[in-house]
Antibody, heavy 119, light 112 residues
Framework: QVQLVESGGGVVQPGGSLRLSCAGS????????IHWVRQAPGKGLQWVSA????????YYTDSAKGRFTISRDNSENTVYLQMNSLRPDDTALYYC????????????WGQGTLVTVSA | QSALTQPASVSGSPGQSITISCTGT?????????VSWYQQHPGKVPKLIIY???TRPSGVSDRFSASKSGDTASLTISGLQTEDEADYYC????????????FGTGTKVTVL
């Protein structure tokens, strides 16, 4: 079955960096978007970034622009989120999700990886 | 980027129907059909229950239905059941010079 597995979360000081990974399996990575969505403790869902796997088109929420970079490795079926200049309000559970092509719906999600930004 | 607006909470008795609204703008909900809804139980991963404004993925109960009018999307849960108690989020593609997606503020559904 389709699987997405995130890794790379942890505790980091303000101003620090982390690289999250999202490894996918049992589906074709070609013509689709992979998204990062985060959820701060006790809060709602927030879309963070997306990448088109074939065309490498990249999109970001305003608060991520200039600090986060999304990329992909076609050979490894993996999407990365490089997060720099981290702030306490970046603390959240970060999910990656696969979009059903052309639908806008995120049909498969990973279990999430927790990022904590604290001194 | 401002979130879509949902009521904080909606409640109903078993068997009743409830409707959750999701209000955006002409740049998001009113301007495309990439509107989706998610159900999230506490401590669980969000689950897609509606995409493309009205389409249910395979395996999702037909008690869930959705629609859109202008800048507002709506999710209706019919024949409310205890397992429907969860948080619900809408989301939409938002077109601009820098395309993005935006989630709603979330609605807590309580089954009385």
């Amino acid at each position: 079955q389709v699987q997405l597995v995130e890794s790379g979360g942890g505790v980091v000081q303000p101003g620090g960096s982390l690289r999250l990974s999202c490894a996918g399996s049992n589906f074709t990575f070609g013509n689709l978007y992979i998204h990062w969505v985060r959820q701060a403790p006790g809060k709602g869902l927030q879309w963070v970034s997306a990448i088109h796997f074939d065309r490498s088109l990249q999109y970001y929420t305003d608060s991520a622009k200039g600090r986060f970079t999304i990329s992909r490795d076609n050979s490894e079926n993996t999407v990365y989120l490089q997060m720099n200049s981290l702030r306490p309000d970046d603390t959240a559970l970060y999910y990656c999700a696969k979009e059903e092509p052309g639908s806008g719906g995120f049909d498969y999600w990973g279990q999430g990886t927790l990022v904590t930004v604290s001194a | 980027q401002s979130a879509l607006t949902q009521p904080a909470s909606v409640s109903g008795s078993p068997g009743q129907s409830i409707t959750i609204s999701c209000t955006g703008t002409s740049s998001d909900i009113g301007g495309n059909n990439l509107v989706s809804w998610y159900q999230q139980h506490p401590g669980k991963v969000p689950k897609l229950i509606i995409y493309g404004v009205t389409t249910r993925p395979s395996g999702v109960s037909d008690r869930f239905s959705a629609s859109k009018s202008g800048d507002t999307a709506s999710l209706t849960i019919s024949g409310l059941q205890t397992e429907d108690e969860a948080d619900y989020y809408c989301t939409s593609y938002r077109h601009s010079s820098s395309p993005s997606y935006v989630f709603g503020t979330g609605t807590k559904v309580t089954v009385l």
